[in-house]
């Protein structure tokens, strides 16, 4: 009976054992399976022309890839190969999707790509710049594309396009730009400057620039004055590569330059400065109110914006640009910088001037950058005095002043500082609410924290610099006078008391006792 009983306990752990093999043996099967398939992780689709041919488990260089097929395109044609074609990667997340390996990718666009080969197709050189793309027949085309382009900045032919090997892209790729015609030959004839101890300052310019500017720091009191275009060159990277294209779609050298420099609406954020509106940004950008308010969702022409927002503003600009430096000669007065004397007890907003200093006449040579006919810099690069500026001698803190933050998190802006309903709202205003936590705006001392008639419960700090916060229409306060507080430290909770249209947070700052717009002052 044993005997049965110990046979039938082998027997199982057999069938146990041959069990556990079969399903070791079926998760290596799978396994092997699914080596090729998604597991969980991210993967990058191929799309060719809006179609998904295939997936891969490494994000592809598609330029390689359409590399490769056109090479090999052309070796089965015997000819040219000209593309009409658009590819890209998309990334995806699902489950068991079949992934596959390079060759397996290049294969599946390869047979794509054969049914999208054009007959005709013509060499090429291509111009990109951005979104802007336009062929030519030669390379001679393309410069002269490129010249008719600054030829309205270079009226006397100052200027050449160069063209210069692009590293970052294939052997047959280049970027162009423009140099003074000459400029290479009158580098390799230029002797070195001499040793005038200005080594440091002339490192990484040309020979001849080197020399001009040792020159001249050398000779100060000579009138070695920049006049004229003094440089000139692209706003825009200019790529040129070598292509294949439908004979008809080469570009006329005209047509294409007329089109690069015609001024088209193009989006850009523009962060909110001191004293802007909509209607001085409008101006100042070359819009209007009507749209930037319907590009950024603005209901209403006196919407709200805060120094340091981020709105949409569409200006007026070509696909390439061109910006100019130009050497100008003018007199003007000038004072020279002060002679600042530090004081370590002061916060360094406060100053007095210990002596008056006098205004001084020079003559000025600047350099000035226009882009697009819009100036961009000014630097001056020689001045001679006329009459010399006595600088002033004042007296400034050097202690950084605190800081200011908005009183809590979130809410929704209802009001700002200015007139009101006929009177002056000396505050700013956010809905939220009862209960919200209120912050201390900066570091201070509570001067104040009870019932204030009109402003309900509300908190007033006393802050290292002499201003003043005050916090109203609270529900309830947190904190006594006489009490120190940090900034972000919990003062009290927002509420509606006092004389209050709902829950909400009046906030003001004061300056020498008098209220001022707290958005000014708080980051």
Not at 49 to 67: F, L, R
Not at 358 to 369: D, Q, S, Y
Request: net charge negative; with cysteine; aromatic share 8%.
């Amino acid at each position: 009976m044993n005997r049965e009983k110990s046979q039938k306990i082998r027997e199982k752990k057999r069938y146990i054992q041959a069990g556990i093999v079969a399903g070791v043996a079926g998760i290596l099967a799978l396994t092997a399976e699914m080596q090729q398939r998604c597991l969980g992780q991210n993967y990058f689709e191929i799309i060719v022309d809006n179609k998904v041919i295939g997936a891969v488990g490494q994000e592809p260089d598609t330029k390689e890839i359409i590399q490769e097929c056109r090479r090999q395109l052309t070796e089965i044609t015997g000819g040219y190969v000209c593309l009409d074609v658009q590819i890209e990667t998309k990334k995806a997340h699902k489950l068991f999707t079949p992934l596959l390996n390079r060759q397996e990718a290049e294969q599946l666009v390869l047979e794509e790509l054969k049914h999208k080969v054009l007959s005709g197709g013509v060499s090429a050189y291509t111009v990109s710049i951005n979104d802007f793309k336009a062929s030519f027949a030669s390379l001679d085309e393309v410069s002269e594309f490129l010249s008719l382009v600054k030829q309205e900045y270079d009226t006397e032919d100052q200027f050449e396009v160069v063209y210069s090997q692009d590293d970052d892209h294939s052997a047959d790729t280049f970027l162009a730009s423009l140099q003074r015609s000459g400029q290479a030959a009158e580098v390799e004839d230029a002797a070195e400057p001499e040793n005038t101890g200005v080594d440091a300052l002339c490192a990484g310019v040309t020979k001849t620039s080197a020399k001009r500017l040792s020159y001249a720091l050398g000779h100060p009191g000579e009138k070695n004055y920049e006049t004229g275009l003094v440089d000139l060159g692209f706003a825009e990277t200019v790529t040129v590569y070598t292509d294949y294209v439908d004979a008809a779609e080469l570009d006329s050298v005209s047509a294409a330059a007329e089109a690069v420099t015609k001024e088209e609406e193009t989006n850009k954020i523009y962060e909110v400065q001191a004293g802007d509106c909509l209607s001085t940004i409008a101006e100042d950008h070359d819009t209007t109110v009507a749209r930037i308010m319907e590009l950024n969702g603005f209901t209403d022409e006196t919407a709200y914006i805060c120094i340091g927002d981020e709105i949409i503003v569409s200006v007026p600009e070509p696909d390439l640009s061109v910006w100019k430096t130009e050497g100008i000669v003018y007199e003007e007065d000038y004072e020279a910088d002060p002679q600042i004397i530090g004081n370590d007890a002061w916060y360094t907003t406060e100053q007095v001037v210990l002596k008056e200093g006098t205004t001084g006449h020079r003559e000025v040579n600047a350099l000035v950058t226009y882009q697009d006919g819009v100036e961009t810099e000014r630097t001056i690069a020689h001045q001679t005095i006329m009459a010399a500026s006595v600088p002033a001698v004042v007296e400034q803190g050097t202690k950084i002043p605190p800081t200011y933050v908005k009183p809590i998190y979130g809410g929704r802006f209802t009001s700002g500082f200015g007139k009101r309903w006929g009177r002056m709202h000396k505050g700013v205003d956010w809905a939220c609410p009862t209960g919200t936590t209120v912050y201390a705006s900066s570091d201070g001392v509570v001067e104040y924290a009870d019932w204030s008639n009109g402003y309900g419960y509300n908190v007033i700090l006393d802050h290292p610099d002499g201003r003043k916060t005050r916090y109203c229409h609270l529900s309830k306060t947190l904190v006594t006078a006489g009490t120190s507080v940090s900034q972000g430290e919990p003062i009290g909770l927002s509420g509606s008391t006092g004389h209050s249209t709902g829950p909400h947070v009046h906030f003001e700052i004061f300056i020498n006792g008098t209220q001022v717009n707290p958005l000014d002052y708080i980051n």
